[in-house]
């Protein structure tokens, strides 16, 4: 009997495990975006970079290994080539990769301008056709418009303000799954797991 309680809370830890291993990574990753965002970012960028490298290794082997299978080989070093130039890229010029994400912002916020801009001249069409037009639109409109030039003209610190609160809702979502974990650890107890 005393070796059943012994394994049973052994049983809940092999059950809680992965969860708890999120709720550490979220949390290890939610502070350090807001510590130091760009930074973490560019160290992610490195090791995704290796990954990268790692993932030519592998499809280099299996284009070696396949030499009676012509379409797989083709496919394998494709994707060694591919991995290979995509890893080289993130390892070396990581900061570049930065820039790359700060170009993505300022295309994301014209994109926002031209649609909020949209939505305000479809509104003013729209109630000059006489029709009724809800002012959520005008309203949606030049909320995009503001966002939109905002991040145009800032688009590195919209980029580290995207990071910062991707970090705080990482660390909310760590506290709410600590929450469930307790919460199915107590279930777990009351049915005796």
């Known amino acids: 009997m005393s070796n059943v309680k012994s394994e049973k809370p052994k049983g809940r830890l092999k059950v809680l495990l992965p969860a708890i291993l999120v709720i550490l ?22 090791i995704l970079g290796a990954l990268l490298l790692l993932l030519a290794v592998v499809f280099l082997v299996n284009f070696i290994r ?18 290979f130039i995509v890893g080289l890229l993130c390892v070396i010029f990581s900061q570049g990769v930065l820039g790359v994400l700060e170009s993505l912002a300022i295309i994301y ?27 959520f639109h005008i309203v ?15 688009p590195r610190d919209a980029t580290i303000t995207v990071w910062v609160i991707t970090g705080i809702a990482l660390l909310a979502e760590a506290v709410i ?10 279930l777990m107890k009351k049915v005796n797991f």
Do not use: Q
């Open 66 to 83: 396949s030499k009676r299978d012509e379409e797989a080989g083709t496919g394998a070093l494709v994707g060694a080539i591919i991995c």
């Open 25 to 46: 990574f979220e949390i290890f990753v939610g502070v350090m975006l807001l510590i130091n965002p760009e930074g973490f970012t560019k160290v992610v960028i490195i």
């Open 109 to 135: 916020g014209i994109i926002l301008f031209v649609f909020g801009l949209n939505k305000i001249i479809m509104f003013f069409a729209t109630r000059n056709e006489g029709y009724s037009a809800s002012w």
């Open 177 to 186: 799954d600590i929450i469930s974990v307790i919460h199915t650890a107590v």
């Open 140 to 154: 949606g409109g030049i909320i995009a418009l503001a966002l939109g030039v905002v991040i145009f003209l800032y």
